[in-house]
């Protein structure tokens, strides 16, 4: 048997497994079992300052993350020919913005009490 073909499974495999491993992404978070426990200190380690932020009149701190950043803006264009008549050209310039908004309100002394997720 040919060395090539004598190896070429087990590479064929291991590049399989290499690729649906990359592809896995991670558990959501389960935030009902953080309230509670989980810190406002935390939270800026784990997602950095948040993108917005309020205090409330009780105290609480209401801050907001977007955890999926914006798509990127996006071009179009196209030309057509219009049988005997020409072409036309056009364009379409643009940005989506497909993002999810993490809300998490902090106590005073900083623990987790309430969150929420917005897609926007």
């Not at 935030?31 to 950095?48: I, K, M």
């Not at 803006?73 to 913005?97: E, L, V």
Request: with cysteine.
């Amino acid at each position: 048997m040919n060395l090539a073909v004598k190896f070429s499974l087990p590479v064929t495999l291991a590049l399989a497994v290499a690729f649906l491993a990359g592809c896995a992404t991670p558990p959501p978070i389960d935030w009902d079992s953080r309230v509670g426990h989980y810190t406002y200190d935390q939270a800026l380690t784990e997602f950095g300052s948040p993108d917005r932020q309020s205090r409330l009149s009780d105290g609480k701190v209401v801050s907001k993350w977007f955890v999926q950043p914006p798509v990127a803006p996006r071009f179009n264009s196209g030309m057509s020919y219009y049988g005997n008549n020409g072409f036309g050209a056009g364009q379409t310039i643009g940005s989506s913005f497909n993002s999810r908004m993490l809300q998490l309100t902090f106590d005073t002394n900083g623990k987790l009490t309430a969150w929420s997720k917005n897609n926007y």
